[in-house]
């Protein structure tokens, strides 16, 4: 009967401290969660804060954001990046670059906007001797001719972006270029690359060239890794 009475009391108690374990795992967070709420003014919390630094935002990035801003377009440089400086000659004018270090792998960017031309477009449409191309079709153009220049024929493969695709970047037509590159110095060598066009109706363009000396699965992991980083305002 002592046995039995002291088994008893000993699984009381466990029960009481598991009860209580349980209790701490689950209050705890929200007591942290309410503690961090809390105003705090000790001479700790202003050293950290004035120790925090501002971040350091290049020329390059201030002149993209610029053009970004005026497409409607958002970009987040995505994290394992690093910005590079981006061509800009008479052949290739691309407006940001990043790479990832240690990859051989790069993307350019180039935005445009087209709001401006699509105004252009809409007063001449019915006045033959101001007939301009609709701007919504320029992409195509682009994709083409970058294309070209960096191919240096028409041995590449394209084609249409999905609609699922368009999507995710709030896009309304794109095309993409799976491209076998020159061997020339200001693609650094590289052998292949994919291009892309996205074309947002009325709005703007974006032309972004991934490159890379493999395109086998590590070549499109890395594209998927800086995939979101750049899109359309809904």
Request: aromatic share 12%; charged share 25%; hydrophobic share 40%.
């Amino acid at each position: 009967m002592c046995y039995l009475i002291k088994t008893r009391r000993v699984l009381k108690q466990l029960k009481q401290i598991l009860l209580t374990g349980i209790l701490l795992f689950c209050v705890a967070p929200v007591l942290m969660v309410e503690a961090q709420r809390r105003p705090y003014k000790t001479k700790k919390v202003v050293a950290i804060k004035q120790a925090a630094k501002p971040v350091y935002i290049s020329p390059q990035l201030k002149n993209f954001q610029q053009l970004t801003a005026a497409a409607n377009v958002n970009f987040i440089f995505p994290k394992g990046f690093k910005e590079i400086k981006a061509p800009d000659n008479e052949d290739l004018s691309f407006d940001y670059a990043m790479e990832m270090p240690g990859k051989e792998f790069e993307i350019w960017f180039q935005v445009k906007s087209q709001k401006e031309n699509y105004a252009g477009y809409q007063k001449s449409i019915g006045d033959k001797s101001k007939a301009q191309a609709n701007p919504d079709s320029l992409y195509l153009g682009m994709g083409t001719a970058h294309a070209l220049t960096f191919a240096g024929d028409n041995n590449f493969l394209q084609r249409t972006i999905p609609p699922k695709y368009l999507a995710r970047y709030n896009a309304d037509a794109g095309k993409s270029y799976l491209l076998n590159l020159q061997d020339e110095a200001v693609t650094k060598g590289y052998k292949y690359a994919l291009l892309i066009t996205l074309q947002k109706d009325h709005i703007g363009t974006i032309l972004a060239v991934c490159f890379a000396n493999e395109k086998g699965p590590e070549f499109f992991k890395n594209i998927d890794r800086a995939s979101n980083c750049i899109k359309f305002k809904p």
